[in-house]
């Protein structure tokens, strides 16, 4: 999976707008104006950050080398995962839909499609 992929699965969930907020070199993921997804544009390695529940968090950590706390984030919510063969586009794209899920789900009920 490369960043044009993520993008793509990104925009392709309902209401989703893409910005750079910080700078030019960070995709921010967005639904009804919270971040849900992060791609950094620079890496040399493509990686995203995503929301997860705590537990999430601490379970993904533990289980795969390629994904870490988020550097640029709170860590105890944010993961950012280095796309490589150990882990899965199915999988990939399951942590972003958790992610937005999450984000969504906190959203006021007004803003709910």
Avoid at 34 to 58: G, H, Q, R, W, Y
Avoid at 81 to 88: A, G, K, L, M, N
């Amino acid at each position: 999976m490369n960043i044009e992929d993520l993008r793509e699965y990104c925009i392709s969930l309902p209401e989703v707008e893409e910005c750079f907020p910080f700078d030019e070199v960070t995709l921010v993921m967005k639904t009804g104006g919270k971040m849900f997804a992060l791609i950094p544009l620079d890496e040399v390695e493509t990686c995203i950050s995503v929301k997860c529940n705590p537990e999430l968090a601490i379970e993904l950590r533990e289980t795969y080398s390629c994904v870490e706390p988020a550097f640029h984030m709170n860590k105890t919510h944010w993961n950012t995962i280095f796309i490589s063969q150990e882990i899965t586009e199915k999988q990939i794209k399951e942590w972003i839909k958790h992610s937005y899920d999450l984000v969504k789900a906190k959203l006021p009920k007004i803003k709910h499609p």
